[in-house]
């Protein structure tokens, strides 16, 4: 094992993902059929009032000019957009890019079809149970249209959506999550044949008795392919720093380049974690994942709750500033967008926001527009002295 530099400026790095947080089309977002999309703006357009005190002083809106909250004159942090170089839209690419990759290729998807015939056989056979739904759906609508038939017969509700995802949905109470998740590990193996190579398999517990009474649990899990190189994370924990994972973060990575992960119930209790590894002494990274934006409002075109989920966001964020030394850095960024104005239920390819935030900046305001989220891995691996990544340039020079 390598020895830790300690030359490096910062010793804590925290990078926060506001999962499908776009700041408005992409210079190629018509090829996605995502022209005019702009998640933050047609929230703030959505509601009567939208209140983000934090971020706005970080000068988040003085990058993003919105409904409801003016720039500010001195804003307290760096702050520019980072464009998608991968060609996707989904959580994994966005993800693996921030941390120095490039997916040329995107994952394949169902949502026109559902799976094939052979792959449901096969998943029957060995996992010994029918399936039932087998089609693009949320996750909502199909437990008011399948959850009391799952219920009555134990067959498997198994669907898909705009990404690339084999969901399985059952009863946590009368399925048993550990029969779900054996289920889907045997769907992940299944699907790793490249004409069926889904990027992640998802587990979706839920409980309730009824019609219109379903809930889905915080107990998801997601079985994701293993990134396709080397990644930032993987260099810092060769080097001997800490690498924490809040929320689906390490599911993403399949636990790549990950030295301690925790499991979030909810964004809020991500944030509430967070709080808790900062107000302890660690040398390294804490990566979050905030899934709710995405999951719970954007696919689902809601947003109202999208809006009061960023003041949610907002305020936890007043709870982990003061809790940031000298030697901090905060970075809050997004993996894409998920407008939900916007027609289907799909992400959106957006630009995404780079705020970057330390006691000890000196400056403040705009740089430079980037070409990749690999600059985020970027900074974060020039700060510790590691392995650059092949792609991405770093904001350090900016911030010390």
Request: hydrophobic letters at 35%; charged letters at 25%; glycine letters at 10%.
């Amino acid at each position: 094992m390598m020895t830790i530099n300690n030359t490096h400026k910062f010793r804590r790095i925290f990078t926060i993902v506001v999962d499908s947080w776009g700041f408005g089309s992409s210079p190629d977002s018509d090829q996605y059929g995502d022209e005019g999309a702009d998640t933050v703006g047609h929230i703030a357009e959505s509601v009567d009032s939208l209140s983000l005190p934090n971020l706005q002083n970080m000068g988040t809106f003085n990058l993003k000019h919105i409904r409801h909250i003016a720039p500010v004159d001195h804003p307290n942090g760096y702050y520019l957009k980072l464009r998608e170089h991968s060609n996707s839209k989904d959580t994994m690419t966005g993800h693996w890019e921030m941390m120095g990759l490039y997916i040329p290729e995107k994952f394949v998807t169902f949502t026109d079809t559902g799976f094939p015939d052979d792959l449901i056989q096969m998943l029957e056979e060995k996992t010994g149970h029918k399936v039932i739904g087998n089609k693009a759906s949320s996750g909502t609508e199909i437990l008011d249209e399948l959850g009391e038939r799952h219920l009555k017969t134990g067959e498997m509700i198994v669907y898909t959506s705009a990404d690339s995802v084999l969901q399985i949905a059952a009863s946590e109470e009368t399925f048993g999550l550990d029969e779900l998740l054996r289920c889907c590990e045997i769907a992940r193996e299944i699907t790793m044949e490249p004409k069926w190579k889904v990027g992640r398999v998802i587990a979706r517990p839920f409980i309730g008795s009824s019609k219109g009474h379903f809930e889905r649990t915080p107990n998801r899990h997601d079985l994701a392919l293993k990134p396709t190189g080397r990644t930032v994370l993987n260099s810092l924990e060769d080097a001997g720093y800490d690498v924490i994972s809040v929320g689906k973060i390490n599911d993403i990575f399949v636990g790549e380049g990950i030295t301690e992960a925790y499991h979030s119930m909810s964004s809020v209790h991500g944030m509430e974690q967070t709080i808790e590894i900062a107000d302890r002494d660690f040398k390294g990274l804490c990566f979050v994942n905030l899934v709710d934006f995405d999951a719970k409002w954007g696919h689902r075109r809601n947003p109202k709750g999208y809006a009061e989920e960023l003041e949610r966001f907002d305020e936890k964020l007043g709870d982990l500033l003061p809790l940031l030394g000298e030697d901090d850095l905060l970075m809050i960024s997004a993996d894409h967008g998920n407008d939900p104005t916007w027609t289907g239920t799909d992400h959106t390819r957006e630009l995404v926001p780079l705020i970057l935030y330390s006691p000890s900046f000196k400056g403040c305001g705009l740089l430079r527009e980037g070409d990749t989220f690999s600059d985020i891995g970027a900074t974060i691996a020039e700060n510790f002295d590691v392995e650059m990544p092949e792609y991405g340039s770093s904001l350090l020079k900016y911030l010390i």
